[in-house]
DNA sequence: CTGAAAGCGCTTACAG
DNA sequence: CTGAAAGCGCTTACAG
């Protein structure tokens, strides 16, 4: 392994003027030695060693992003897609990207302390758990989707209630007055929640309120689809929580003999890249993850450049995508 | 920060004993001093430095997934997923997962070297630099779906030539005769070229050939949708090489008019989780992404242990998923 | 079972 | 512009 040193004996000079030539502090190097370690750290390959550098500096250079849940998260593609915006941007400012999955809050702690992360940034639910993790560590944690008490934490989320009544407004606008909702998660999230009190609070001002019973948390998909078809009444409008409930409900209400939107109309949330290539196409609410992604890690940096910062918040805007899954009830003049 | 002098001399022994405790070593210590020193590390809330053990040891507890292309490949269900898998796996393994984002290979030896990798794992097409990248770095590389001339190289991948071949015997057994393949990546990715190749070569052997021509390439799907419709002659079966194409190209072919598998006849590879939601449900090859990812990582610690091991690949096999994407044409007997 | 010494490769802080 | 010294927090190797 080439270190500094060698590249120092080579050069014959000492440790520190190669030191600050590999970290481009040229104005307290002459020329002459620039040019002459540059080209032996060239001809010596030399690579920093990076745990020595963090042991001395105390600066890692790596940013964990945490994701909850072990059993692979990465089968939602909303989280991939954020993970992967996520590193793109760590990466292109210097930094290293260490992944975690975690389910047990107290694992969050361990491992940033454990190797230094300058910073963090949340992909999840861990509303719960954000007053103790901050506690616990003194460096910027940016949480996204997150719906806590704590007064000051940094949150990088979007208008999950306006999303909710883009959706009831446009069940309405086409008619629609019997509604039902499908929301995974529904008691442990408050992101779901807000979608879901910004539907049914919607509907109701209309004065076509959603009936408790209408509110469905799936177990399992088929039996909430299932649920869903035994529901009394005519629903002929449905406002599933995520993309990917609306997806798999499609397929599985075909399964059943009901089609999307005959016979029943839906709309989804998130925008995922397969709502636009699903049959029929979803109708649903956007959210922008490139620019999520974009925010969350702008303002860690902002932060880690400038600690005393008071804790800002960003409340991105979401909007209704039109597509083929809902239909236009023409209802007789009353 | 605490640190194992802060232990040491809050037990009142040297910080030796400390480390022999943190490491687990406990047959080198008496019970009187474990317990001692345990319940000071509890107190006092005490987390190793990382960075110190892989400076002081040599050995960082990092392992590496090289994923190819920066520009989001987390857009790829398949990368996303066989990426879940491998960080889950790697987490369980009490090792830690550095995600990089790579286009140029020369970065990768930068990356593996400055945090002293103790493995990577790559996934993407990396054929061309396979032979570089491990002369540069002296540590168990593990390859995924490549295909390479080098002789001594790890690879976890799937026999892609059959799911070609299985695809090609599928659309014969139902009839077709006429055929056109869609693969994305064709004249890089020697993976794909497997599965076309598999598909093209019992096409061929069962006498009817697949013309050149047939054979797309996409630069966008719009552009090879359209490509698709404009062939000459009565091409009823489309082989997707990947389903993310297939599932495209499903919706394309719907706005342009042609219902699949009314018009066309369809499968695709990968069995992504989207291709049983799709509508129709689509007829597929699969690999087992779970498994592959299993296998890449238990190779990789298999090599940590024992580094003597000769190379070794492995290859998993693929099954036909029959869905509702090909349908069966009855040919007048002649 | 216990501990003092040296060292991993770098940076910080200081003196010149 | 240059360099000698000390130290980051740990482990290795050795002596007892």
Redesign the pocket.
Known sequence: ??????IAREA?????????V??RRY????????DKIQAIIQKLG????SS??S?????SKIISVIIQGIDNPMASPYNANMLGHIISLIQARGYNAMVHFIDDYAEVTKHLRSWKSEGAIFLGTFDENIRQIQEDNQIPLIFTDSYSSVRQFINIGIDDYKGGVLAAGHFLKNGHRDFAVIAPHLHVSQLIQQRVAGFCDTAARAGFAVPPEHILEPYDFEEATDRLCALRGTVTAVFAATDICAIQLISLLKKRGRQVPEDYSLIGFDNLLYSAFSTPALTTIAQNIGQKARYAVDTLFHYLEDSSLPARSVVLDVELIERDSVKTIVRPQT
């Open positions: 392994m080439v270190t500094l040193k060698d014959g000079v000492s440790v520190m003027m190669v030191s600050r590999v970290n104005n307290e190097v002459s020329q002459e030695n620039i030399y690579i920093p060693d020595a550098r042991l001395s500096s105390n600066s």
